[in-house]
């Protein structure tokens, strides 16, 4: 179970703390003074200080560590925040207005990721080039190493909950979480979403009038990240700020394109619209115009080539999505990627 270090000497603070950490599911551990939280400092998975014993803790000059949160009862004062400063503390609370967020924050430990799931979002550079199968292929192929979240933000694309067999699995989509206000966990957001053997998918309910709000958006991709190995975020063609919200949080961003000369024109285009990310490679799907021809009219390097899949409508018919073996363009293309993008 994990533990949580709680240093205060309020009795009335110290209940509720451990209060919410019950409701979170974790382990307590109680210092009533700073020399006997020194002692406990380095092994607890979060410590959490008062703000009544915030600034002599920070005179014991502690080690930096992650995972500090210093809290108050009610507002919080400046020297709670020199202190928090002091501690190198990620943030600082107030009871009981935090209260919602501090239990989202304790139930998260043990659950997320030692390094943070990469996020990779994928973008058709043309009409009709395959993003949105693309980007199940990566998750499916994903998932046989490590939980995998397909995040689909193109309303009007088929839906990634049919595309991958889990439109009969019941769980949260966007109108559900757009909601919710404050934190949401790694955890929270994994259980609630549908899916089956380490592949979830978060998307649009049916006949859904609106989208997600640009901060619901930019709360998911920090919680799957926390929770996942693998986060795919199927690109609506049209920029707008929910998009942006998730392009300046992707390690990579994949253009599909068709290897013809219209696919290439419209690709080109949308390349000259995308921010200046760092990492944007292209997946050439088919046959035509040599994909260095492609590579060298976009500036954008060619990640992976692959032919048209056979069958793929009918097994996306059948429930099993666009990779459900090994073997296949799809597949082969999709794991070449994701190896590239774990390198």
Same mark, same amino acid.
């Given at each position: 179970?994990?533990?949580?270090?709680?240093?205060?000497?309020?009795?009335?603070?110290?209940?509720?703390?451990?209060?919410?950490?019950?409701?979170?599911?974790?382990?307590?551990?109680?210092?009533?003074?700073?020399?006997?939280?020194?002692?406990?400092?380095?092994?607890?998975?979060?410590?959490?200080?008062?703000?009544?014993?915030?600034?002599? @803790?920070?005179?014991? $000059?502690? /080690?930096?560590?992650?995972?500090?949160?210093?809290?108050?009862?009610? /507002?919080?004062?400046? /020297?709670? @925040?020199?202190?928090?400063? =002091?501690?190198?503390?990620?943030?600082?609370?107030? +009871?009981? $207005?935090?209260?919602?967020?501090?239990?989202?924050?304790?139930? $998260?430990?043990?659950?997320?990721?030692?390094?943070?799931?990469?996020?990779?979002? *994928?973008?058709? &550079?043309? &009409?009709?080039?395959?993003?949105?199968? @693309?980007?199940?292929?990566?998750?499916?192929?994903?998932?046989?190493?490590?939980? *995998?979240?397909?995040? %689909?933000?193109?309303?009007?694309?088929?839906?990634?909950?049919?595309?991958?067999?889990?439109?009969?699995?019941?769980?949260?989509?966007?109108?559900?979480?757009?909601? !919710?206000?404050?934190?949401?966990? =790694?955890?929270?957001?994994? %259980?609630?979403?549908?899916?089956?053997?380490?592949?979830?998918?978060?998307?649009?309910?049916?006949?859904?009038?609106?989208?997600?709000?640009?901060?619901?958006?930019?709360?998911?991709?920090?919680?799957?990240?926390?929770?996942?190995?693998?986060?795919?975020?199927?690109?609506?063609?049209?920029?707008?700020?929910?998009?942006?919200?998730?392009?300046?949080?992707?390690?990579?961003?994949?253009?599909?394109?068709?290897? !013809?000369?219209?696919?290439?024109?419209?690709?080109?285009?949308?390349?000259?619209?995308?921010? $200046?990310?760092?990492? *944007?490679?292209?997946?050439?799907?088919?046959?035509?115009?040599?994909?260095?021809?492609?590579?060298?009219?976009?500036?954008?390097?060619?990640?992976?080539?692959?032919?048209?899949?056979?069958? +793929?409508?009918?097994?996306?018919?059948?429930?099993?999505?666009? =990779?459900?073996?090994?073997?296949?363009?799809?597949?082969?293309?999709?794991?070449?990627?994701?190896?590239?993008?774990?390198?």
């Amino acid at each position: 179970m994990a533990s949580v270090l709680v240093v205060t000497r309020d009795p009335a603070l110290r209940d509720e703390l451990t209060r919410l950490a019950a409701a979170a599911g974790v382990e307590v551990c109680s210092a009533g003074d700073a020399a006997s939280a020194l002692r406990r400092w380095s092994v607890a998975e979060l410590v959490v200080v008062g703000a009544d014993l915030a600034d002599p @803790f920070a005179e014991l $000059d502690p /080690p930096r560590r992650s995972q500090v949160v210093v809290v108050a009862s009610g /507002p919080a004062a400046d /020297p709670a @925040f020199r202190a928090a400063l =002091a501690l190198g503390a990620e943030q600082v609370v107030s +009871l009981p $207005d935090s209260g919602p967020w501090l239990t989202a924050r304790m139930a $998260d430990l043990g659950d997320e990721r030692a390094r943070p799931g990469r996020v990779v979002g *994928v973008v058709g &550079g043309s &009409g009709g080039a395959g993003a949105s199968t @693309f980007a199940c292929a990566l998750g499916q192929v994903g998932a046989r190493t490590g939980p *995998v979240l397909v995040v %689909d933000l193109d309303p009007l694309g088929p839906g990634l909950d049919r595309v991958l067999g889990l439109d009969e699995r019941t769980g949260a989509r966007w109108d559900d979480l757009d909601r !919710t206000a404050g934190r949401l966990g =790694a955890r929270a957001l994994r %259980d609630a979403v549908p899916g089956r053997d380490g592949l979830g998918v978060l998307t649009w309910s049916a006949g859904s009038a609106s989208g997600p709000a640009p901060a619901t958006v930019r709360e998911c991709v920090s919680a799957a990240r926390r929770g996942h190995d693998l986060v795919v975020v199927d690109l609506p063609r049209s920029l707008d700020p929910r998009v942006d919200e998730v392009l300046v949080r992707c390690d990579v961003v994949l253009v599909l394109v068709r290897p !013809t000369l219209a696919s290439t024109a419209a690709a080109v285009r949308l390349v000259g619209r995308l921010p $200046d990310l760092g990492t *944007v490679g292209l997946v050439a799907r088919g046959s035509g115009v040599d994909p260095g021809d492609v590579s060298a009219v976009t500036g954008v390097p060619v990640l992976a080539e692959m032919a048209d899949q056979r069958r +793929l409508a009918e097994w996306v018919d059948l429930g099993l999505g666009p =990779a459900p073996g090994r073997r296949g363009p799809l597949a082969r293309a999709a794991a070449h990627v994701l190896a590239q993008v774990a390198a």
